[in-house]
């Protein structure tokens, strides 16, 4: 079945060590999507890609970079990671349209010690 | 910016208790989407709305878009465990690909 996956599910790191997270998709859809949840919630957006146009928040803070190598992979790298970056991490694609589905990943749930 | 905000924030329910979320936009809004987080889970699409007035049903939900396209409304008759969740409405910023979450209605269901 087409898909969003997301690796790992749970990732634990260090305080300051560098993570990075995974998002591949079957789906070929040019939009690919970085959100961060916390608990209690709505997911905030962090960056997007359109092929391989990055679009950031304003207000994404420096330490979180992302890579789109291919249509099919995204990377969410988090330099530096504080503890108040522990949260759920969730990738998103959709067809590009702007007003269709969007395709959730079944998130990673990073915990920073 | 645009903002889209849900009320109520929390609702507990008996089941089988009929259950309401409301969804307001500041601005004009293209079209709505709502969709369905389990706790732990990640979100799941439900309904997209277009249309002034537009009403969809989902067996036992109910969805609306206001005539001004600037509110929307989840309804569930006679809840059942299964709609533990929180509900969020979604928009998309007209001539981007940028979605725009509500602040989500966190709904418990007791038995």
């Known amino acids: 079945d087409a898909m969003v996956i997301q690796n790992p599910r749970y990732q634990v790191t260090q305080f300051g060590k560098p993570v990075t997270l995974s998002c591949s998709q079957t789906?070929?859809?040019?939009?690919m999507y970085w959100y961060q949840q916390k608990s209690s919630q709505a997911p905030k957006l962090l960056f997007h890609?359109?092929?391989?146009?990055?679009?950031n928040e304003a207000d994404t803070p420096d330490n979180f970079q992302s890579r789109r190598p291919n249509t099919s992979f995204c990377f969410l790298d988090i330099r530096s990671p504080g503890l108040g970056d522990a949260a759920m991490y969730l990738c998103?694609?959709?067809?590009?349209?702007?007003?269709?589905?969007?395709?959730f990943g079944p998130g990673t749930r990073l915990l920073v010690l | 910016g645009q903002q889209v905000m849900q009320i109520p924030q929390y609702q507990h329910v008996q089941e089988g208790e009929d259950f309401t979320t409301y969804c307001n936009s500041s601005?004009?809004?293209?079209?709505i989407q709502w969709y369905k987080q389990r706790p732990g889970g990640h979100p799941v699409f439900l309904i997209q709305?277009?249309?002034?007035?537009e009403v969809k049903k989902q067996k036992r939900l109910t969805f609306q878009f206001g005539e001004a396209k600037k509110n929307s409304s989840l309804h569930i008759t006679a809840t059942q465990t299964t709609d533990v969740g929180t509900y969020f409405c979604?928009?998309?910023?007209?001539?981007?690909?940028?979605?725009?979450f509500g602040t989500g209605t966190r709904l418990k269901v007791l038995a």
């Open positions: 601005t004009t809004l293209s079209n």
């Open positions: 998103a694609t959709a067809t590009g349209t702007g007003r269709e589905t969007q395709y």
């Open positions: 709305l277009v249309k002034s007035g």
């Open positions: 789906l070929n859809h040019n939009v």
């Open positions: 979604v928009s998309t910023t007209s001539g981007t690909y940028k979605y725009i």
């Open positions: 890609y359109y092929d391989k146009d990055f679009n």
